[in-house]
């Protein structure tokens, strides 16, 4: 049964599907040269109007071929009926003209070879059903008058047996003809180098973005959690004594709650509907939230000294936002992991933002964001290397300092 696998597989009718859909297509083709031969036979007509005639034909028979709509039709058809694994046009980028005649060289194949298939099983296939009935009893008078080469209408036996042959020939030309398509399609339907850069782009920039939203989301959520534990225990401790500060601290859970729900529904909305395009973008801390961060890091426990030259006002965007996120990283930090004040200084200068934060840090394990490792501090050296700057985070002298450098003159 093996030799006759291909006959009964489901691929090869998929791609006689996609082979018999080219010799619908070739239809038009075929009526306008039916037309244009009618034309030129008949009557005889003035010269000009035949060169119109031809200039209007060949326009109709090539423009199809090289419209970069065809060329997503058949790479649609080929993904669906030959099981090729092809990619779609990247949008927005301009075919280039050796990509256009590859896709019109495969939708002419496309065309010919299945307009030549559609006559074959036109012509074939009722004649072989025609010598294989006559061995029946079937429409006997149908051949029985008839000469077929070398063989004749009383040559029942040889009629059938070619009968039965011409369609086993017809079946494997059709499944080699599909097999050698799904082998062409990549080559010629495949996108072109300037498109396969395009697409590592695109799928770059995506990876850049959800690279993102992760850095938003984990720094924001792990400030609100924070905020929220230390409150939550000091509320705790004074619950019978000092109801006022179980008031503020249950005040400070909630904001830090509510914004955090406001950073994680906004990374939701980009992650869940991208193709709705992008959505608005979440209102973006900066610097000039500075003191709403301090003050928020101080209701939970943590006291910090700060001390900013310059006015934030002035930064460019982007640079504002990832400072914002690194002092909200370096206080969540010194409130997880460190004791005593932390001495936080800001400097904005004609051309770089200069941050430090210092603290003392408890005499613990390895803790993550500290000592070179975790992700609050792989979090930080990517904000600072995708703006060009400069991080330095380590003990210094018994403590634990980090050191950040952002360059703006160029960001502006």
Do not use: C, K
Not at 189 to 208: H, T, W
Not at 221 to 233: D, M, R
Not at 251 to 257: F, T
């Amino acid at each position: 049964m093996r030799p006759l696998a291909p006959l009964v597989a489901a691929s090869t009718w998929r791609r006689g599907v996609f082979l018999l859909l080219g010799g619908v297509l070739v239809l038009p083709y075929v009526l306008l040269v039916v037309a244009f031969r009618q034309v030129l036979t008949g009557p005889p007509i003035p010269r000009p109007l035949v060169l119109g005639l031809l200039v209007i034909a060949v326009l109709i028979a090539g423009v199809p071929l090289l419209l970069n709509g065809s060329r997503a039709l058949e790479i649609a058809a080929a993904r669906a009926l030959l099981g090729v694994d092809l990619p779609d046009p990247a949008p927005g980028h301009r075919t280039d003209r050796e990509t256009r005649l590859r896709a019109a060289l495969w939708i002419a194949t496309h065309l010919i070879v299945g307009g030549l298939l559609t006559f074959a099983l036109l012509s074939t296939v009722p004649m072989s059903l025609a010598f294989i009935a006559q061995q029946f009893g079937v429409g006997a008078e149908l051949v029985r008058e008839e000469r077929f080469g070398p063989l004749d209408g009383r040559d029942t036996g040889w009629l059938t047996l070619t009968g039965v042959l011409l369609l086993v020939g017809l079946g494997y030309a059709v499944a080699g003809l599909g097999a050698l398509a799904a082998t062409m399609a990549p080559v010629l339907l495949g996108p072109a180098q300037a498109e396969r850069i395009a697409a590592l782009e695109a799928r770059a920039a995506r990876l850049a973005e959800r690279n993102r939203l992760a850095r938003e989301l984990h720094d924001s959520v792990g400030h609100a959690l924070t905020v929220a534990t230390l409150q939550a225990g000091a509320a705790r401790a004074v619950l019978e004594t000092d109801p006022e500060f179980v008031r503020r601290a249950l005040a400070a859970i909630e904001e830090a709650g509510r914004s955090a729900m406001d950073d994680l529904d906004h990374v939701l909305g980009v992650l869940r509907e991208p193709e709705r395009g992008r959505p608005a973008p979440a209102p973006q801390r900066t610097l000039a939230d500075l003191d709403r961060l301090v003050a928020e890091s101080r209701g939970a426990g943590l006291t910090v000294d700060a001390h900013r030259t310059g006015d934030p006002a002035t930064l460019p965007a982007v640079v504002s936002r990832e400072g914002y996120r690194i002092v909200q990283e370096g206080l969540t930090n010194a409130a997880r992991h460190g004791r005593g004040p932390v001495e936080l200084r800001l400097d904005v200068g004609p051309d770089a933002l200069e941050l430090e934060l210092v603290n003392e840090v408890l005499p613990a394990p390895r803790r993550p964001g500290h000592g070179g490792g975790g992700r609050g501090l792989d979090g930080m050296r990517e904000r600072v290397l995708l703006l060009g700057g400069r991080l330095t985070a380590g003990p210094e002298d018994g403590r634990w300092r980090i050191g950040v450098r952002l360059p703006y003159r160029e960001a502006r």
